[in-house]
């Protein structure tokens, strides 16, 4: 199988190599061009794509001739222009690659596509009130448009992503009196989104929306507490608070149509 992954960073580079070893032919891009060496010794293909300007580089052509697509890159959290600046990037980037073959593409959305108050939240449950961020709205109009091309298309939406050096932990230690102290977590390890994406090939689930949350979701409070605790980092401390409007994002379907099992279903047992 032949795939490119737009996007080699924190989970596309690792996917790439996983992709290696089980013999598919690999397409990955960069923004940086210090990273296409790490790519090339790797066993990946490795082409500099700068979005949107490479859009019309004829050298990138064998990436866009791919059975599959992984698009792996995200709106920005607080960009102000994301609502409309990342679905029109992302149309051209359909576009092209339409233009060269007919790829079955894996969007890498994110939970943030749902509203804050969903409680138990569920794929079908995508209209139930309005994203909080930006990106979230960016992401909910992405996957609209790809879903109305004519492309078959896998949407991927990921918790939190966490494993080996990127924990939120490192981003909220130590600060004080935080806001939504029993809001439950929804995160996903990187080892676990990799088997997923490859389960998802293998199975071949096209046009299909998937929740990749874990099994947990402990309160952030206990959550941190404990995390801080594991790392020997400075713990953060949240206000006293009542029960918050929360979202509980169901992995029920993706288990059920996999058959998968996670790797590291509870995000409070730490992990490398």
């Known amino acids: 199988m032949n795939i490119s992954i ?5 989970l596309g580079f690792p996917l790439a190599q996983h992709f290696i070893k089980e013999n598919f032919t690999v397409n990955g891009s960069t923004t940086t061009p210090e990273k296409l060496t790490l790519l090339k010794q790797s066993g990946i293909h490795p082409h500099y794509i700068l979005l949107p300007d ?10 866009w001739r791919a059975d599959t697509l992984f698009l792996n890159i995200p709106p920005g959290r607080n960009s102000k222009d994301a609502v409309n600046r990342f679905p029109s990037l992302i ?3 359909v576009h092209r690659a ?3 073959a007919e790829p079955w593409i894996i969007f890498a959305s994110s939970t943030s596509v749902y509203s804050e108050t969903g409680g138990l939240t569920k794929e079908k449950d995508i209209n139930r009130g309005e994203p909080a961020r930006s990106s979230g709205k960016a992401l909910r109009k992405t996957e609209t448009l790809l879903q109305n091309s004519s492309l078959d298309v896998t949407i991927l939406r990921f918790g939190g992503l966490y494993g080996y050096d990127r924990h939120p932990v490192h981003y909220l230690s130590g600060k004080k009196n935080l806001d939504k102290a029993s809001k439950p977590v929804n995160l996903v390890h990187q080892t676990d989104c990799i088997h997923i994406i490859r389960e998802i090939l293998k199975k071949e689930r096209k046009n299909e929306v998937y929740n990749v949350v874990s099994d947990g ?5 206990e959550f941190y507490k404990s995390a801080a605790k594991h790392f020997n980092l400075p713990p953060p401390s949240f206000k006293k608070s ?3 409007n929360y979202k509980i994002v169901s992995n029920e379907k993706l288990k059920k149509d996999l058959g998968y099992s996670f790797i590291y279903p509870n995000p409070m047992d730490h992990t490398p």
């Open 242 to 244: 009542r029960v918050e």
């Open 217 to 221: 979701h402990p309160p952030r409070r």
């Open 91 to 93: 149309e051209k980037v």
């Open 98 to 100: 339409a233009g060269n």
């Open 54 to 63: 490479s859009l019309d580089d004829p050298e990138t052509d064998s990436f």
């Open 6 to 10: 737009l996007g080699c960073g924190w």
